[in-house]
């Protein structure tokens, strides 16, 4: 285990919810390094095409550049959508291309989601999604790659990202809650445009359950990628389990 500082780097498109990550680094010991690289796209849409064009290898060469002097030990793609509606050969293009240029560790925030819902050891989830149903249908798919079953599955159809940044508390605890299903071990909310870095034990107790967020998923994958991802307090149920065990 490696306690010394993390130096993470976080792709992400456009402006939503991005100080989701540097209040989030605030809340570790020790408190990580963290860059954030926003990166370009033509449309900001919740559909197939534009998330396709968003996580496409182009665009995130163009923000890895960034990156060259920043000296970071791993990078994630922090769109979760433009990441899952490209199937998993197009998460592994988006990874190989990240580590091709930059000679680091690279995910996503949806393969982050994958290996968050193993590591809490949950079989049937649940998910809250805004986005629309014929994306929120792809998350879906690319869960059940890893056996994970989905139970129950909201999608609420906002369209922008910019639109998703501007709930609150009270509108992500009952957005939460009102798509939570008693047969699921765990509820996943599945978009990094969405603020949750403050309220991770709202969300918990609300819930009754694990609750994975996007930018909570990011950041514990970028620690682990690191080599130092330790157990911390304040950050829900997936931050709690010792890695090392």
């Known amino acids: ?38 990166t370009e796209f033509n449309e900001d849409a919740h559909t197939v095409e534009a998330l396709t064009e968003m996580g ?19 990078v994630l793609w922090t769109s979760t959508s433009a990441s899952f509606v490209r199937g998993l050969d197009g998460i592994r293009e988006q990874i190989e291309t990240l580590e091709n240029l930059l000679h680091i560790p690279a995910s996503t925030t949806a ?11 949950a079989k049937r989830v649940a ?6 149903r014929d994306v929120a ?15 129950h599955m909201t999608s609420h159809g906002i369209i922008t990202a910019a639109e998703v940044g501007t709930l609150q508390r009270e509108a ?41 967020t996007a930018n909570q998923v990011s950041v514990w994958e970028g620690l682990r990628l690191c ?5 911390q307090p ?6 709690r389990i010792n890695p090392w065990d």
């Open 127 to 132: 998910i809250a999604a805004t986005y629309p």
């Open 1 to 38: 285990m490696n306690t010394t500082t993390a130096r993470m780097a976080f792709l992400y498109p456009g402006h939503a919810a991005e100080d989701d990550y540097p209040r989030l680094a605030t809340m570790i010991s020790p408190a990580p390094e963290v860059t954030v690289i926003h």
């Open 172 to 212: 992500v605890l009952r957005f939460a809650t009102d798509n939570n299903h008693p047969d699921a071990d765990a509820l996943l909310v599945p978009d990094t445009a969405l603020h949750s870095a403050a309220w991770l034990e709202d969300l918990e107790a609300a819930a009754g359950k694990p609750v994975l």
């Open 227 to 231: 080599g130092k991802l330790t157990p």
């Open 234 to 239: 304040g950050l829900g149920t997936l931050f």
């Open 111 to 121: 393969m982050a989601f994958a290996r968050a819902v193993t590591t809490i050891n």
């Open 137 to 151: 249908l792809l998350f879906k798919a690319f869960l059940e790659h890893f056996d994970i079953e989905v139970v």
């Open 56 to 74: 496409s290898p182009q665009r995130l060469s163009e923000g890895a550049r960034h990156l060259e002097n920043k000296n970071p030990e791993a």
